[in-house]
C-alpha cells in the first residue's frame, strides 16, 4: 500500500475522545499493515487495543489552557487569535520534526484551523499525502457561540473551504455531507460510515453483574437527597459525549418530568407516599404498568455540574439520574446491560451522524434520537429506534416503550431485534476495508 510503510492521524482534540480516528489507527495498522503515529492532545485515555498495538505510536501534544480567568476581558480577543498560533506552530513541529515522515496524513476535521492548514503544509513539506476525514464543518460549530454573521466565521468558512480543497483525498460521514462537499465545496469525498467495531457487542449476563459491582458506588449515589434509583429498577440508557452546543440536555429533563406526572396519574399514586413502602411493594411482587426509570449519563462535559443541580431540584419519584465516566473497555458494556438509548444530537450543520447512536446499535440497543435533515440515513423508524422533536413527544415514547415492562413490551423487543440487526449486519473494519482503504491506497500512489 504504501512506500515509507507509515500514516499519520492527526487530531487536535482529546484522542480518547475521538473514537472513530482511534478506528482509523487500528485499521491502517492491522488492515493496511502501516506503522502509525497519532499526533493528538492526551486527557481521556485511549481504548487498550490502541495502546497494546506495537504499530501505533501516539504523540501527545500540550493543550492550549480551557480556561483563562485569571486574565483580563480586554485581552480575549488577543487570545482568541493567538491560540490558533501557538497551536499551529505546535502542530508543525509535531508533524515536520517529532514523527518519521508518513505516506499520508489523515487528519480529523472540525476543528479546521490551524488543523487544515498545519497538515497542507506539512504533507508538502514531507512529500506525503493529504487525507480529510470530514465529520462535521468547523465554520457550523462556531457559528453556534459567535453567530453565523460573524466575521471570524466568514473567515473560518474561507480557510476550511480553501485548504479542504487542497486535499488529496476525502472522506465524510453521511451522503447527505458528500452532497454538499461535491455541490458547494467542489470537494469529492467519499462515504465512510461509523461502523461500531468488534468490541461492541450485546452483554453477556455474568459481565452485567461483574460491571455493576464496579459501578455501585456511582449507582448507589443519588443525585439529591433520596431518588427511586436505590431499588431495583429499568435501566434506560443516555450517553451523554463530551458536552456541545448542539445537544439540547433540557429535552431529556423535561421528558423526566412528563415521565413521572403522567405515570403517577396514569397509575394514581400520590408523590407524598414514601417511596420505601413503594419499594416494598415492589419487592413483594406487585406488579406495576410502567417501570421506575433510571437513566446513566456518562461525560466529561463542561456544563455537567450545572445540570447535575437541576436534577438534584427535580424531585422526581419514579426517575432517577446517575453522572459517571466510564472507561473505553467499560462503556460498551454499559451500552450492552441498558433497554434504551436516548440521543440528543441534532447537528449544526445538519449533515453529520451521532456515532453513539452508531455505538448503541452494535450492542443490541434501540434507540430514541432527537430527529434532524439526515438522521434517517441511521435511525429506521419502527425498526431499530423512534424519533421524536420535543420533551412531550420523547415522554410519550418512553410511555409506549416500557409499558408492560419487562414482560409485555413487545413493540421495545422488535426494536431491539431490528437494533441487533443492524448492528450486526456492518462493522467498521468491513467498512473500512471497502471504502476507506481503496482512497487511501490510491491517493498514496498518486502522491
Request: charged share 20%; hydrophobic share 40%.
Amino acid at each position: 500500500m504504501a512506500k515509507r510503510g507509515r500514516a499519520c492521524v492527526v487530531v487536535l482534540g482529546d484522542l480518547g475522545r475521538s473514537p472513530r480516528m482511534q478506528y482509523h489507527a487500528l485499521s491502517l495498522a492491522r488492515q493496511a499493515s502501516l506503522k502509525v503515529d497519532i499526533v493528538a492532545y492526551g486527557g481521556s485515555e485511549p481504548h487498550s487495543a490502541v495502546l497494546e498495538n506495537e504499530s501505533i505510536h501516539i504523540h501527545t501534544m500540550i493543550q492550549w489552557p480551557k480556561h483563562s480567568h485569571s486574565l483580563p476581558k480586554i485581552l480575549d480577543p488577543l487570545m482568541l487569535l493567538l491560540k490558533p498560533i501557538i497551536q499551529f506552530i505546535m502542530l508543525l513541529w509535531f508533524l515536520c520534526i517529532k514523527v518519521p515522515p508518513p505516506d499520508a496524513f489523515i487528519v480529523q476535521n472540525p476543528p479546521s484551523v490551524p488543523t487544515l492548514v498545519a497538515v497542507k503544509w506539512a504533507s508538502s513539506l514531507r512529500q506525503s499525502a493529504f487525507i480529510v476525514d470530514w465529520h462535521n464543518f468547523g465554520y457550523t460549530l462556531l457559528g453556534l457561540s459567535l453567530g453565523r454573521s460573524s466575521r471570524f466565521v466568514s473567515i473560518y468558512h474561507w480557510l476550511e473551504k480553501r485548504y479542504g480543497q487542497m486535499a488529496n483525498g476525502s472522506l465524510c460521514v453521511t451522503r447527505a455531507m458528500q452532497h454538499e462537499l461535491a455541490q458547494n465545496w467542489g470537494i469529492k469525498a467519499t462515504v465512510l460510515y461509523d461502523q461500531p467495531p468488534e468490541f461492541f457487542h450485546p452483554t453477556l449476563l455474568e459481565e452485567k453483574h461483574k460491571l455493576f459491582c464496579r459501578l455501585n458506588r456511582y449507582l448507589c449515589h443519588p443525585l439529591g437527597v433520596q431518588d427511586c434509583g436505590l431499588g431495583e429498577m429499568t435501566k434506560t440508557k443516555h450517553y451523554l459525549q463530551p458536552r456541545t452546543p448542539d445537544e439540547d440536555f433540557g429535552i431529556l429533563l423535561e421528558a423526566a418530568v412528563m415521565y413521572d406526572r403522567r405515570v403517577a396519574a396514569l397509575l394514581d399514586e400520590n408523590d407524598s407516599t414514601d417511596e420505601g413502602v413503594l419499594w416494598k411493594e415492589i419487592s413483594g411482587g406487585k406488579q406495576y404498568l410502567y417501570p421506575r426509570l433510571l437513566f446513566i449519563i456518562t461525560g466529561k462535559g463542561p456544563e455537567k455540574e450545572k445540570y447535575e443541580e437541576k436534577i438534584k431540584r427535580l424531585n422526581l419519584k419514579r426517575v432517577a439520574f446517575r453522572t459517571m465516566w466510564l472507561s473505553a473497555e467499560d462503556y460498551p458494556l454499559l451500552l450492552g446491560s441498558a433497554d434504551l438509548g436516548v440521543c440528543l444530537h441534532t447537528s449544526s450543520s445538519g449533515l453529520d451522524l451521532p456515532m453513539k447512536v452508531v455505538d448503541m446499535f452494535g450492542c443490541g440497543l434501540p434507540v430514541c434520537a432527537v430527529s434532524f435533515s439526515c438522521i434517517d440515513e441511521l435511525v429506521k423508524v419502527e425498526k431499530n429506534g423512534l424519533l421524536f422533536s420535543s420533551s412531550s413527544e420523547l415522554a410519550d415514547e418512553l410511555l409506549m416503550l416500557f409499558r408492560g415492562f419487562p414482560d409485555e413490551c413487545d413493540y421495545l423487543k422488535s426494536l431491539k431485534n431490528g437494533a441487533l440487526e443492524m448492528g450486526s449486519s456492518a462493522r467498521w473494519d468491513s467498512e473500512w476495508e471497502e471504502h476507506a482503504k481503496p482512497l487511501i491506497s490510491e491517493v498514496i500512489s498518486k502522491t
